[in-house]
């Protein structure tokens, strides 16, 4: 039945009058009694509802979903930080570790060290050779 106003409506302008049983139609075209004319509204009518209630359901399914897509980026990026700063903290620790275990290198004792091998293998190699 949509199809049929439809198709009236991509012939040109819709006509319209008011006949009465036996009377002669004054142009030519499909003749609807009030129940059919009732009807088509009706139909149009709950086309019109059930699209909106199709497009309401879209929109609600389309939300859904961005919400659900959302807390998952939202879930992985918390997880992600805590990752990161519980990597942090430990590196924290270890530095703070390394720190406290450094030993100074001691200048002294190695020149010395070296001053006195440095003397001792002088003294053997004279002595070695002066005999």
């Not at 039945?1 to 991509?10: D, G, P, R, V, W």
């Not at 359901?57 to 992985?76: C, V």
């Amino acid at each position: 039945m949509i199809l049929l106003l439809l198709c009236s409506l991509a012939y040109g302008e819709p006509q319209f009058t008011q006949l009465t049983k036996g009377e002669p139609a004054p142009f030519s075209g499909r003749l609807f009694n009030d129940e059919a004319v009732a009807n088509l509204i009706v139909d149009q009518k709950s086309i019109e509802e059930a699209c909106s209630i199709e497009v309401d359901f879209e929109l609600e399914k389309a939300q859904a979903k961005w919400n659900y897509d959302y807390q998952i980026m939202q879930i992985s990026l918390q997880g992600k930080l805590e990752r990161a700063n519980a990597v942090i903290e430990s590196q924290s620790q270890e530095i703070d570790y390394l720190r406290g275990e450094h030993k100074p290198a001691r200048t002294f004792l190695w020149i010395s060290t070296g001053f006195a091998v440095g003397t001792l293998t002088s003294l053997g190699i004279y002595h070695s050779v002066k005999d």
